[in-house]
T-cell receptor, first 115, second 110 residues
């Protein structure tokens, strides 16, 4: 079945540094990818929608200069958390949408801890 | 955007059938209904997807009435490992954003 690979699964970084998270669709082409953030015991919160070859669309309250999204190919999208702060610590999840009518598939998430 | 509403939590016992209903009153013609299961610190896992009537796979069934304003996920003979959060999503082809509802926290008791 369709697989979305997200890497790394866990990262710890120091305050002020940047972290890049990769999301790959392994066996299908994804024209649209979504990035979510999830706090403990809460639902997934949409951060941004990215379409291959165009700029990402950010949800209200999500800083585009802080959360840089690049969707350079049909199988890869990246989220870079720039100048990370402890409040950016969270669980980040990507998802990818393939053929019309096919379900949305999710990566296994990245646990970011900023110290 | 079709908003979804589900019960916040449910408890059941091993071996029972569990039905979780989701309402999506403003579903559009081209929208599909998809259900996901999420364990702590993992991404949501696809369970089943349907457009209308009934869909069944090896793990679940999905019942969708004619008006499509709701859907019911049916899990036959649950086990302790089915304890998780279940989300229904309404997804349109080439949707420009996909919003999660609060999900249903299912707790299976021995």
């Amino acid at each position: 079945g369709a697989v979305v690979s997200q890497h790394p699964s866990r990262v710890i970084c120091k305050s002020g540094t940047s972290v890049k998270i990769e999301c790959r669709s392994l066996d299908f082409q994804a024209t649209t990818m979504f990035w979510y953030r999830q706090f403990p015991k809460q639902s997934l919160m949409l951060m941004a929608t990215s379409n291959e070859g165009s700029k990402a669309t950010y949800e209200q309250g999500v800083e585009k200069d802080k959360f840089l999204i690049n969707h350079a190919s049909l199988t890869l999208s990246t989220l870079t958390v720039t100048s990370a702060h402890p409040e950016d610590s969270s669980f980040y999840i990507c998802s990818a949408l393939g053929q019309p009518g096919s379900p949305l598939h999710f990566g296994n998430g990245t646990r970011l801890t900023v110290t | 955007l079709a908003k979804t509403t589900q019960p916040i939590s449910m408890d059941s016992y091993e071996g029972q059938e569990v039905n979780i209903t989701c309402s999506h009153n403003n579903i559009a013609t081209n929208d599909y209904i998809t259900w996901y299961q999420q364990f702590p610190s993992q991404g949501p896992r696809f369970i089943i997807q349907g457009y209308k009537t009934k869909v069944t796979n090896e793990v679940a069934s999905l019942f969708i009435p004619a008006d499509r304003k709701s859907s019911t996920l049916s899990l036959p003979r649950v086990s302790l490992s089915d304890t998780a959060v279940y989300y229904c999503l309404v997804v349109m082809n080439r949707d420009d954003k996909i919003i999660f509802g609060k999900g249903t926290r299912l707790h299976i008791l021995p």
